[in-house]
């Protein structure tokens, strides 16, 4: 058995033995080379060594015991554990002092409170009946989609314009948080941009996904995330802190084919992301950070964002919205054509 098998056993036997023993008994007692030398001091030497010799010994009988491994073993473990309570308390405190005064805890009631039994009641199965899939083929992986857009549009760091125009649909909706939308390619686009010089380094980590429907509806898809990055650039909250951070989140997505270019696309997405934990780890004053005055989504009780019967169908605001921006851009579009006329024909 090697040495490196046997770190206790002594590795060589050609080793001397007294190589382990302390300076002041290494001195030869029969060296001729002393000038001076008694018997007594030769007496002395050797019983030095002797006394040594059997030191050795039986450490190494302790060593071999079949119960010293174990009980290295159980200090090494002791050891560790002591050290992280230590470093995590360590950490709690670091927190604590980052975060400055917080509010003190309350305990949880006894009971189920009186209150809570007279307020209104909700029952959400009004719901069930909207959620049943369509049937249909399933052969497209939509799954497999939202993972490859996501990753070109914000992870690879390849031509980010070009991936929105072939991902994103014409008069795609996006809902944020306090209820805010957004509609069109040319407003993702714009605040796509804004998060990349915001957080340069950002990366988007997909934790799973989850997509329900048919090649003929499309597909409706869960996907929960975890961002994070570095804010070097002024952001929607504030001005650059050059902190890191990191927050999660939840987007539940529309994806159909696009009936004129036969492209799978985003045709809507609805997200909602721990932005208070954002705010709190740049550092930056809740009040001063730009949003409504309170969160103006609509309840949307016994209606799904996504309804999936008798076919896939957004929430009707957002359906409105989307026909407004059709609406918006034709108009748009018209107005051009008749300004280009007027420049030719005066």
């Not at 909602?272 to 709190?280: G, K, M, P, R, T």
């Amino acid at each position: 058995m090697s040495r490196l098998q046997q770190p206790f056993l002594q590795a060589d036997k050609e080793v001397p033995v007294h190589d382990v023993l302390p300076t002041t008994c290494l001195r030869d007692p029969c060296s001729r080379q002393e000038t001076v030398s008694t018997t007594a001091s030769d007496s002395d030497s050797r019983d030095c060594l002797l006394t040594n010799v059997k030191g050795v010994g039986k450490l190494q009988e302790a060593l071999q015991h079949p119960f010293c491994l174990p009980l290295v073993f159980a200090s090494g473990l002791f050891l560790g554990a002591f050290a992280f309570v230590a470093v995590h308390q360590f950490a709690q405190q670091e927190l604590a002092f980052s975060v400055g005064e917080t509010y003190p805890g309350v305990a949880p009631p006894a009971a189920v409170p009186a209150e809570y039994f007279a307020a209104k009641p909700l029952d959400n199965s009004c719901l069930i009946h909207n959620l049943k899939v369509p049937d249909g083929p399933q052969t497209f992986d939509a799954c497999e989609f939202v993972i490859r857009s996501t990753d070109e549009v914000w992870n690879l760091r390849g031509d980010v314009a070009a991936a929105i125009e072939k991902y994103f649909h014409e008069d795609y909706v996006n809902a944020g948080s306090w209820g805010r939308r957004g509609i069109g390619k040319k407003a993702l686009l714009e605040a796509v941009l804004a998060e990349m010089r915001a957080f340069p380094d950002i990366q988007i980590h997909i934790t799973d996904c989850i997509c329900r429907g048919n090649d003929i509806d499309g597909y409706k898809c869960a996907m929960p995330d975890i961002l994070d990055g570095t804010n070097v650039g002024p952001s929607a909250y504030g001005p650059a802190t050059g902190k890191y951070a990191r927050w999660t989140g939840l987007i539940e997505s529309l994806v159909q084919k696009n009936a004129k270019t036969g492209q799978w696309q985003y045709v809507a997405e609805w997200g909602v992301h721990d932005e208070w934990a954002l705010i709190q780890q740049l550092g930056l004053d809740f009040s001063k950070v730009p949003h409504p005055v309170r969160n103006t989504e609509p309840l949307h009780d016994c209606q799904p964002l996504l309804s999936s019967h008798p076919t896939m169908q957004m929430d009707y605001i957002d359906e409105e919205n989307m026909q407004a921006h059709r609406e918006a851009v034709a108009s748009a579009k018209h107005a051009s054509l008749r300004a280009g006329e007027f420049e030719k024909h005066p």
